[in-house]
């Protein structure tokens, strides 16, 4: 019993010295988790306690483990086996600690109105890994690296922040009734939700109301922030993901209320769009990307739109940018390119709008502020399969799929690769194989490495464990490179931008 007190007043401090708890509800929050865990009594004086933020991960661990051992449900008691339950218990608990939606929101309106929108999301971010919506301590786990290219430092993760299911919340999950509440991930009504074996906690989660192009929109952090300050602007309403012209509309809207972030759009087609095209949303973030900061190698000019800078970026995919004071001005612009885009066919360049009566060309769209200048760059993407490329011409080649197979969305289409957790082991098994002279092919787990390895050896006279960490860091870079290369509809070549060159000529026609 003495431990779980000391727990407990470690969680009502950590609320205070963080400020999600006032001191004037320190003894109210302290009944309330008494309540929760069915303990009667508590020794009050916590003049004897401590806690740093760092501790909170070990905390909550340990108390997710007394309700397990008292069985104070059945969810406690699962919490003490499984992961999955454990963070839909351990987020119960944190809401103890929490103000209601309309406090947060009054304290952003509040900072925004006062202060900047800086210090409103400064705030807010900070509220948000505060409340452990965003697991600081997991994020610190994901890999992250560097690497110079052609095109500019490239951003590569590691992605170990978002917990795997274990087999029986797997099953557990598959026998569960189905739910359509909440629509997705996306929707409002998150908010403040319990959450089940399949779909997250959502007790921690607090959401900012923003208008944008006269519709209402929410914004909120992604928890497993890939970037700083990584956002996620969502329709209230759950409708599918559309690239259009009120896309370009909204994007400048936000950009313009927060002038310190950029924002984006992923496509609106399979293969080549995000994860959740069921639900219009944007991403956005305080960060710069490899992308941004690529220079436009060429210009050209639009008939009609002389007064909007346009170029094509040096980038592995195809970029357009365009850039002036005026956003009208560059939306009229970029739904002209648009339209022209969704309907343009080049058989020479293998680029087709529709086949079959399935469309295949759109755009993934971001936009920022610099200085006193708006930017909008549009990434040409194109969706066509064959049956040598399955999975898509224009995303990662099987040749590459043994580093990355999933579809390339906006994160990955500016410059940073978010690779799959199962790296982490094979690439320190792969070094420890290399070191050792083994045969990679005679390795299950390792064999779809060996033909890169191969490749790549070739090019160091000597690889040694006081080289070898650095050399398969930048090798994994250049493949992402690739990944953006076979992502790009125009190629790197002079036939590929001869090819771009006659686009952007027929935007004048």
Known sequence: MEKIQSDIRKLVLYGVQ?????????????????????????????????????????????????????????????????????????TKIMSMLLPRPSEVIAKFRQLYQEVSPEAATDYYYKFSCDSDYIRRYRIRKDVKWVVATRYGDLDITINLSKPEKDPKAIAA????????????????????????????????HRIIPVTIHGSR????????VYYNEHCIVFNSQHVPMKVDRSTFCKLFDFVKQFPHYFVGSNADLPIVGGSILSHDHFQGGHYEFAMAKAPVER??????????????????????RLSGPDTEEIIELADRILEKWRGYTDEKAFIYACTDGEPHNTITPIARKRGEQYELDLVLRNNITTEEHPLGVYHPHAKLHHIKKENIGLIEVMGLAVLPARLK?????????????????????????????????AKYQEINESNIDEIIEREVGLVFMKVLE????????????????????????
């Open 18 to 90: 963080t400020g999600l708890v006032p001191e004037e509800d320190r003894i109210y929050t302290l009944n309330r988790l008494l309540e929760l865990l069915d303990i009667k009594e508590l020794e009050c004086d916590d003049t004897d306690v401590t806690m740093e933020t760092e501790e909170l991960e070990t905390v909550l661990n340990s108390i997710c483990q007394y309700a397990s051992e008292k069985k104070l449900s059945e969810l406690a008691i699962q919490a003490g086996k499984s992961i999955v339950y454990r963070d839909l218990y351990d």
């Open 173 to 204: 999950a598959k026998l569960a009734k189905q739910s359509g509440y909440p629509k997705c991930l996306l929707c409002w009504e998150n908010e403040g939700y319990a959450g089940r074996v399949d779909h997250p906690a959502r007790q921690n």
């Open 299 to 320: 210009t050209f000019v639009v008939k009609g739109h002389e007064k909007v800078s346009a170029g094509v970026v040096n980038w592995p995919m195809s970029v357009i």
């Open 425 to 457: 082991t094979e690439l320190a098994r792969l070094k420890e194989t290399m070191l050792a002279g083994g045969d990679l092919r005679a390795d299950e787990e390792l064999a779809k490495h060996a033909d890169w390895v191969d490749a790549f050896s």
């Open 486 to 509: 076979d992502a790009g509809v125009y190629k790197r070549t002079p036939e590929g931008q001869q090819a771009f060159d006659r686009f952007l000529e027929s935007l004048s026609c």
């Open 217 to 224: 929109w929410g914004f909120q952090y992604s928890p497993y």
